[in-house]
């Protein structure tokens, strides 16, 4: 027969790690509708924009845009409840949209995924995410091919095609921001050793 602290050791660490597991569940749910209400706060922003443009007279010739002319000027962004979003990333096979905020922290991860660096008018792009259901804990299912678009926020959308998936050291910061890739993707590992990090090159575009 055990001695009664082990089985009481025992339990507590049962309790423990369910207590946790309820936690992270609660925490991805709370990123996810987080998420969610910004993408329709933005959605709303973009309508209203939209409305605005067609009521505006209309320009002779073939409208050219401006991150064409000058693709190193600063991408733009909308101010939702103080944070600033550079647009949309949507994920098709995943079934994913969602919001970009303009630059990273632990907070703002919590929000949603981040820019970690870089421009796509540049095509140097690289967004970090938590890996919440919601955020980006499926990234490890896409694969080559698997279409990946991001939408600025004065409506330029940008189509990606997975190149590359990789498991970069969480130590590696060069190696993340190393390579001719046009859009980076990446989340940490359940145990936040390493990184699952996917490579895009652009396929195309639309304005």
């Not at 933005?42 to 209203?48: F, G, K, L, N, W």
């Not at 922290?105 to 890996?131: E, F, K, M, Q, V």
């Not at 993340?176 to 980076?184: K, N, Q």
Request: proline share 6%.
């Amino acid at each position: 027969m055990k001695p009664k602290h082990l089985i009481c050791g025992g339990l507590l660490l049962i309790a423990a790690a369910l207590s946790l597991s309820g936690y992270n569940l609660w925490e991805g749910h709370r990123a996810a509708e987080a998420a969610r209400q910004a993408l329709e706060a933005m959605e709303t922003i973009e309508a209203q924009t939209e409305t605005e443009a067609e009521r505006a007279p209309e320009q002779p010739g073939p409208s050219v845009p401006e991150y064409v002319l000058h693709p190193e000027m600063e991408m733009p962004t909308v101010e939702i409840d103080g944070v600033e979003y550079i647009g949309t990333l949507t994920i098709p096979a995943l079934g994913l949209e969602l919001p970009i905020v303009s630059a990273w922290s632990d907070a703002l991860l919590d929000l949603a995924p981040c820019r970690y660096t870089g421009s796509a008018y540049l095509g140097d792009l690289i967004i970090a995410g938590h890996n919440y259901r919601g955020h980006f804990g499926s990234l490890y299912r896409l694969t080559p091919g698997d279409e990946v678009q991001f939408t600025d926020t004065a409506g330029n959308v940008f189509s990606y095609g997975v190149s590359e998936i990789q498991e970069l050291p969480d130590t590696a910061l060069e190696e993340m921001e190393a390579g001719d890739w046009d859009l980076t993707l990446f989340t940490c590992t359940l145990s936040s050793a390493s990184r699952v990090t996917i490579r895009c090159q652009r396929i195309g575009e639309t304005a």
